[in-house]
């Protein structure tokens, strides 16, 4: 069995990295209410940022296709 690669720690920034993406679709979902927007546009944005979280996380764990 081939000796697995020690994964990087998680610092501070990797860690506010990761949570922009849910962040900025909240931001979308707020202005979405403000200004009288179809609420699922905010909704959507929130899952997509989730989706590119885990991406990023994938990414830094080397997890996912492309590993």
Not at 35 to 54: C, H, K
Request: aromatic share 10%; hydrophobic share 60%.
């Amino acid at each position: 069995m081939p000796d697995a690669p020690t994964p990087r720690p998680i610092s501070k920034l990797s860690l506010v990295l990761w949570a922009l993406p849910v962040l900025a679709g909240l931001v979308v979902l707020a202005l979405a209410y403000a200004l009288n927007w179809e609420p699922w546009f905010g909704f959507a944005s929130i899952i997509a940022g989730g989706l590119l979280t885990v991406m990023l996380v994938g990414n830094h764990f080397n997890v996912g296709p492309n590993a």
